[in-house]
Nanobody, 117 residues
Framework: QVQLVESGGGLVQPGGSLRLSCVAS????????MGWYRQAPGKEREFVAS?????????ADSVNGRFTISRARNNIRSMVYLQMNSLKPEDTAVYYC?????????WGQGTQVTVSS
């Protein structure tokens, strides 16, 4: 079992920046890809970014060049981060982190990001 807790969401003006964090605890050894999805009101959850264990990254076209994903690990936790720059109102959503452990995807509870003036 893996537990994921996100933090770092909030209200930011257009053009601003936020950094989301996600901490994975529990059975972290063997975690493969980690990443982020988001869900805006009335829309389906969509892929934002992912990073493999060796560090290969993938981004949605809508965030490529503005968002940067990274990860770190110590003996008891794995972390994944999402640096979000040049934020737009259309980036407003609940952001969820996930982690893949063998054949199972684990999800966090989500953190709200609101981009508004």
């Amino acid at each position: 079992q893996v537990q994921l807790v996100e933090s770092g969401g909030g209200l930011v003006q257009p053009g601003g920046s936020l950094r989301l964090s996600c901490v994975a605890s529990g059975s972290i050894f063997g975690i493969g890809t980690m990443g982020w999805y988001r869900q805006a009101p009335g829309k389906e959850r969509e892929f934002v970014a992912s990073i493999t264990a060796p560090g290969n990254t993938n981004y949605a076209d809508s965030v490529n060049g503005r968002f940067t994903i990274s990860r770190a690990r110590n003996n008891i936790r794995s972390m994944v981060y999402l640096q979000m720059n040049s934020l737009k109102p259309e980036d407003t959503a609940v952001y969820y982190c996930y982690a893949q452990l063998r054949s199972t995807d684990y999800w966090g509870q989500g953190t709200q990001v609101t981009v508004s003036s």
